[in-house]
Nanobody
Framework: QVQFVESGGGLVQPGGSLRLSCTASGMRFSSYTMGWHRQAPGKQRELVATITAGGGNINYADSVKGRFTISRDNAKNTLYLQMNNVKPDDTAVYYC????????WGQGTQVTVSS
């Protein structure tokens, strides 16, 4: 059974930074493209960043490009999202999953950007 456990969220001021983590179990993590998704209040869930199995191909949504960095440690079955220069519009619950081949969602981690 695939399970994702996200962590690292919190309250941060505009312009600040956070590092999110997602640990996966029940799957061959190192074999799959992974992504970070987010869902803001009243909005649909959106995909913000993806990284291929070996880390060689990375893509970002325009809204986070240049500010967020996705990475992974396959030895630890862990996906990361470094969030820099955050904005109030980044406020959302953040989830990891396999983009396009979605598994059961984890509980997510809340990120709130506010002064």
């Amino acid at each position: 059974q695939v399970q994702f456990v996200e962590s690292g969220g919190g309250l941060v001021q505009p312009g600040g930074s956070l590092r999110l983590s997602c640990t996966a179990s029940g799957m061959r993590f190192s074999s799959y493209t992974m992504g970070w998704h987010r869902q803001a209040p009243g909005k649909q869930r959106e995909l913000v960043a993806t990284i291929t199995a070996g880390g060689g191909n990375i893509n970002y949504a325009d809204s986070v490009k240049g500010r967020f960095t996705i990475s992974r440690d396959n030895a630890k079955n862990t996906l990361y999202l470094q969030m820099n220069n955050v904005k109030p519009d980044d406020t959302a619950v953040y989830y990891c999953n396999r983009p396009g081949i979605l598994q059961t969602w984890g509980q997510g981690t809340q990120v709130t950007v506010s002064s």
